[in-house]
């Protein structure tokens, strides 16, 4: 399984921007962004299942951040509006990880990860 994510890059405070992550094949039913701040553990801020469109958002990029998935791009968006400095991290896509395996000491531990891409929000 291979994940490729895109669209991250340097934005002011209060910008937007859409990261996209591409597969080859939307084999799984749950997708998911996860993202790790310098010096910070990874956290899983949003997931959705395809089956029935449920979504989940960590509480921080809650109202801001919204998931979806493009079946026949075989892509996974993640929308980021109202982007502040503390949304500085590096971002991946995860396939086949649900929220509670995020709770995990090392989440790495499930699903298959994208290699990520760098969101910089400037004040």
């Known amino acids: 399984v291979q994940l490729a994510e895109s669209g991250g890059g340097l934005v002011q405070a209060g910008g937007s921007l859409r990261l996209s992550c591409t597969t080859s094949?939307?084999?799984?039913?749950?997708y998911a962004w996860f993202r790790q701040a310098p010096g910070k553990e990874l956290e899983g801020i949003s997931f959705?299942?395809?089956?029935?469109?449920?979504?989940y958002y960590l509480r921080p990029v809650k109202g801001r951040f919204t998931i979806s998935v493009d079946d026949a791009k075989n892509t996974i968006y993640l929308q980021m509006n109202s982007l502040k400095p503390e949304d500085t991290a590096m971002y991946y896509c995860?396939?086949?990880?649900?929220?509670?395996?995020?709770?995990?000491?090392?989440?790495?531990?499930?699903?298959?990860w994208g290699r990520g891409t760098q969101v910089t929000v400037s004040s």
């Open positions: 995860v396939a086949n990880i649900n929220p509670v395996q995020a709770l995990d000491a090392d989440p790495r531990n499930f699903g298959y």
């Open positions: 094949a939307l084999t799984f039913d749950d």
């Open positions: 959705i299942t395809r089956s029935d469109h449920q979504t």
